[in-house]
């Protein structure tokens, strides 16, 4: 079987990797990809992320007789690459562009929740400026002020004060910093808990909950600094219960699934509930339409079962005769990132200490794997950093402190001049007070 990827960063080499061990796999492709994941799978410099980039992974599908198309980002997904597939007769894995919506415009999942009567923090939406600027003057902190549309990650302000409240919306609505993104934005509630990320498998009438796992998304130790793509990430998440687990099920997923289905909205892919968890339960901080990165190198890292398997039961409408197998230690996943990030940073650095880490690993037995995002190659061939986050060690150990010591000791030699990660992947961290 052929199969297909789109997308090139960190959660797509974790993904087009796991379909390539599947015994059922001959040939995995990933469009554009990236040099990094090329050292795995086939890549092709095809970018679904326009009208134009779709309809000539269209035509690479077609050509290259694949039989199986898998969405990594949201970028695609909220275009409609799915009905596009769909609509030339092609298998393809992910929500189509209707329920894409749920990522797409914050309102728009705003207003879903508050119909569906699903816990979420309170909220003002505003499209003026001045408007925006009175109320955030005045309403106190910690606020949160959020971007409408999609700003790959970095459209959220957790403000202390008034002035980082104020600075947020110059930044999303004066600078237009994320494009028409800002054209709205989102004032909201801050809700102190821990965060957890619950990613579901749907195929609209079946909901398989994969592992949970936990995001670090503010760029520096002790969750501080601007929020980034996500620095880090651990799974299983260890400050959580069964028990949070079915109320997360029970308030969240299973009234999402169904306010849905009320709404006329099919929901065939990966479902991503970023949730807090205060002292009165879940509430929903955001839904992406897609795995979480870098969540699912941690939660793929444990999969046991064929990761095709799995997708082709969701594609197939039969996610109720799969149980997916999970290894029962923890997986970590550390991300090296370009000085800088999410600032501006420099690219070009060479990206060294690969075949030292695979000769470790290889005598130590460590089950660990580099899985690349921002990188590219340079005339020489040589790896080099393309992007913000650059790279992620993933790590599995027996126990959580045995993959943190095993991702820590690879990122010490794997790397590039400057790189920063955080120190403190792993550590269970409270937003908050
Ligand atoms: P989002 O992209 O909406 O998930 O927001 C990015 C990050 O900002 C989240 O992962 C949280 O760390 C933080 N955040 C967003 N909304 C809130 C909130 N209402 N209260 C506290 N933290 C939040
Ligand atoms: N790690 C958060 C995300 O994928 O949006």
């Known amino acids: 079987m052929k199969v297909l990827v789109l997308g090139g960063g960190g959660r797509e080499h974790v993904l087009a990797w796991k379909l390539s061990l599947s015994p059922r796999v001959d040939e995995v492709w990933c469009a554009p990809g990236n040099a990094g994941i090329a050292r795995d799978v086939r890549t092709t410099p095809i970018n679904a992320d326009s009208e134009d980039g779709i309809a000539e992974a269209i035509r690479f599908a077609r050509d290259r007789g694949i039989d199986l198309t898998v969405v990594g980002p949201e970028a695609p997904l909220v275009l409609g690459v799915v009905d596009r597939f769909?609509?030339?007769?092609?298998?393809?894995?992910?929500?189509?562009?209707?329920?894409?919506?749920?990522?797409?415009?914050?309102?728009?999942?705003?207003?879903?929740?508050?119909?569906?009567?699903?816990?979420?923090?309170?909220?003002?939406?505003?499209?003026?400026?001045?408007?925006?600027?009175?109320?955030?003057?005045?309403?106190?902190?910690?606020?949160?002020?959020?971007?409408?549309?999609?700003?790959?990650?970095?459209?959220?302000?957790?403000?202390?004060?008034?002035?980082?409240?104020?600075?947020?919306?110059?930044?999303?609505?004066?600078?237009?910093?994320?494009?028409?993104?800002?054209?709205?934005?989102?004032?909201?509630?801050?809700?102190?808990?821990?965060?957890?990320?619950?990613?579901?498998?749907?195929?609209?009438?079946?909901?398989?909950?994969?592992?949970?796992?936990?995001?670090?998304?503010?760029?520096?130790?002790?969750?501080?600094?601007?929020?980034?793509?996500?620095?880090?990430?651990?799974?299983?998440?260890?400050?959580?219960?069964?028990?949070?687990?079915?109320?997360?099920?029970?308030?969240?997923?299973?009234?999402?699934?169904?306010?849905?289905?009320?709404?006329?909205?099919?929901?065939?892919?990966?479902?991503?509930?970023?949730?807090?968890?205060?002292?009165?339960?879940?509430?929903?901080?955001?839904?992406?339409?897609?795995?979480?990165?870098?969540?699912?190198?941690?939660?793929?890292?444990?999969?046991?079962?064929?990761?095709?398997?799995?997708?082709?039961?969701?594609?197939?409408?039969?996610?109720?005769?799969?149980?997916?197998?999970?290894?029962?230690?923890?997986?970590?996943?550390?991300?090296g990132a370009s000085p800088g990030y999410p600032g501006r940073y420099e690219k070009g650095r060479v990206i060294e200490g690969l075949e030292e880490s695979a000769r470790e690993a290889e005598a130590r037995g460590d089950r660990v794997k580099v899985f690349f995002a921002g990188a590219g190659a340079d005339a020489e061939g040589r790896l080099v950093t393309s992007g913000g986050r650059v790279l992620g060690v993933t790590a599995l150990g027996d126990t959580l402190d045995g993959a943190r010591e095993c991702a820590y000791r690879h990122l010490r030699k794997v790397g590039f001049d400057g790189m920063h990660a955080r120190d403190d992947i792993g550590v269970p961290i409270r937003v908050g007070s």
């Not at 309170?122 to 002020?145: L, M, Q």
């Not at 998304?217 to 793509?229: E, L, Q, Y």
């Open 86 to 335: 769909e609509e030339a007769g092609l298998r393809i894995f992910g929500p189509n562009r209707a329920a894409a919506q749920l990522e797409g415009s914050k309102c728009f999942t705003k207003e879903f929740l508050a119909r569906h009567g699903i816990p979420t923090a309170s909220f003002h939406v505003f499209d003026e400026v001045e408007a925006a600027r009175r109320h955030v003057a005045t309403r106190g902190v910690p606020v949160v002020v959020k971007a409408e549309g999609l700003a790959a990650g970095k459209g959220v302000f957790v403000a202390r004060t008034t002035d980082e409240a104020l600075a947020a919306v110059e930044t999303i609505m004066v600078e237009r910093k994320f494009g028409a993104a800002g054209d709205r934005l989102i004032v909201e509630d801050f809700l102190p808990g821990f965060e957890l990320t619950l990613i579901v498998l749907t195929d609209g009438k079946t909901a398989v909950p994969l592992e949970t796992a936990q995001d670090y998304k503010p760029v520096f130790n002790g969750n501080t600094g601007p929020n980034t793509g996500g620095m880090g990430s651990y799974s299983p998440h260890v400050p959580l219960d069964d028990g949070l687990i079915s109320q997360a099920l029970e308030r969240i997923i299973q009234p999402t699934l169904a306010g849905l289905e009320r709404d006329g909205i099919e929901y065939r892919g990966a479902l991503y509930a970023g949730l807090m968890i205060t002292s009165k339960g879940p509430s929903l901080l955001e839904y992406n339409v897609r795995f979480g990165d870098p969540e699912v190198q941690s939660i793929l890292f444990r999969l046991e079962t064929d990761l095709l398997d799995v997708i082709e039961a969701c594609v197939d409408g039969r996610l109720d005769e799969v149980t997916p197998r999970w290894n029962p230690g923890t997986a970590i996943c550390v991300i």
